[in-house]
């Protein structure tokens, strides 16, 4: 899906957690995220801070949109 | 002569610890065939036994590649096996990465061979298929059957060292590496039996695949994300509560396309997943920990991205079919594109 998006000229990040995968299937922008069934949450967390580890890889996301880059990256 | 030892790799679901609620169970040996292993036991006879069994969850495996691989090497080096079989993991993803990363490092780290078995669509396929035999399943354990006796008659050769075949004579995925045989037909005459049947329109298999080299060459950053138009899309199978377009749990047939005008948060009584492969009781929690439209939405508001698109997209990535996977994908392209959408945020479980 993320190649499909990008080949119609959109640029895609993709935040997943298993960060091989997105390598495999030819993501060219990746952010690590926190676990596969809750890959923008931690549960444990407090909703505060949930919401700012959220945010915070929201924020790399962005980043990742926001850098040229030339082969596959992961954004750590 | 002393039978060969060997032990076997399989995940929680087939070690019959659990299913998804149980995919962070940590690696554990046990002694024995377990599961799949008493098929393997009755396949190779009295020629090998299968001294113990290692059964971990999926995603326990996977969220901590580097430890998980770890310590079941570990456990495989206290067995001093002669063989490690992995699987066979069909379509599961996770799994097919856990058997691929497990399988390899034996064989590098500890100078074991191994095998396992996934279908040719399995991430875990094109990341080890070069590395590890990997024989050929279906895309589901109903194939557990034929598989065993051609992982354990493999598995037979690379104890005995006898001499493996070509991949279609020993049924595992191509490797790379090429083998010469006496086929029983001669070359022009299997060329035109091929003839005939494309003439026909009827299937056929081509002897000699092309390589497909499919990658595609990354976008231009956004240059002022303040303006951007921003969409989210999502394999996590997010869906409005009571999934209106019976999105399947597994195998999507379809995606779904949900408006979120003036939606800030996703909450447990509005969303939940429709995805099978993953233990859903967070996401349906609070679906913003894989769709995250509350922090994108502030974020819009506070003027740190153009906009959120009203849309976002979602199917289940679950043993979903790559024709299907880019079929969908093709035609949110299409939308995004003739929305003005400018990025896409892509998650997946």
Not at chain 2, 130 to 139: L, M, P, Q
Not at chain 2, 147 to 152: E, F, K, N
Not at chain 2, 204 to 210: G, I
Not at chain 2, 241 to 256: F, L, Q, V, W
Request: with cysteine; glycine share 8%; aromatic share 8%.
């Amino acid at each position: 899906m993320v190649k499909e998006i990008e080949r119609a000229g959109i640029p895609v990040v993709h935040m997943c957690t298993v960060t091989p995968i997105s390598l495999t299937v030819g993501a060219n922008r990746i952010v690590p995220t926190v676990a596969i069934p809750y890959p923008l949450g931690k549960p444990d967390l407090s909703p505060e801070e949930e919401y700012k580890l959220r945010s915070e890889l929201i924020d790399k996301a962005l980043k990742a949109l926001m850098t040229e880059v030339t082969d596959q990256t992961i954004f750590e | 002569m002393s039978k060969f030892k060997v032990v076997h790799y399989i995940n929680q679901f087939f070690g019959q610890i659990g299913s998804e609620d149980m995919a962070d169970f940590p690696a554990e040996k046990r002694q024995g065939p377990v599961g799949p292993g008493i098929a393997f036991q009755q396949a190779f006879g009295d020629k090998a036994e299968i001294t113990a069994t290692i059964i971990s969850g999926d995603s326990w495996f996977n969220e901590n590649l580097e430890t998980a691989k770890a310590l079941v090497l570990e456990m495989v080096r206290e067995e001093k096996p002669d063989l490690f079989v992995a699987g066979p993991a069909f379509n599961a993803g996770r799994y097919g990465v856990a058997c691929g990363t497990i399988a390899d490092a034996v064989q590098t780290e500890l100078g074991i061979p191994a095998v396992t078995g996934m279908y040719e669509e399995n991430p875990g396929a094109d990341m080890f298929r070069e590395k590890v035999y990997t024989i050929a399943t279906g895309d589901n354990a109903a194939g557990m059957r034929k598989v065993v006796p051609l992982m354990a008659k493999l598995g037979l050769k690379l104890m005995t060292g006898e001499a493996i075949g070509a991949s279609i004579e020993d049924g595992y995925l191509p490797n790379g590496i090429r083998k010469n045989f006496f086929d029983k037909e001669r070359g022009a005459a299997r060329a035109v039996n091929m003839l005939m049947k494309k003439l026909a329109d009827k299937p056929f298999v081509t002897e000699y695949p092309m390589p497909s080299f499919d990658r595609v060459e990354p976008q231009p950053a956004i240059k002022d994300i303040t303006k951007a138009q921003i969409a989210i899309v999502t394999s996590g199978g997010i869906v409005p509560k009571g999934n209106p377009d019976r999105i399947e749990s597994s195998s999507a047939t379809k995606y779904g396309a949900y408006n979120i005008e003036g939606v800030d948060d996703l909450t447990a009584e509005t969303y939940e997943t429709a995805h099978g492969g993953y233990d859903p009781v967070y996401a349906n929690e609070d679906a913003d920990r894989v769709v995250p439209v509350d922090v994108l939405r502030q974020y819009e508001k506070d003027g740190k991205i153009g906009k959120l698109h009203n849309w976002f997209y979602s199917t289940v990535g679950n043993g979903t079919s790559v024709a299907n996977s880019k079929r969908f994908a093709v035609d949110i392209a299409e939308k995004l594109v003739s929305q003005g959408v400018d990025a896409v945020i892509l998650t997946s479980t």
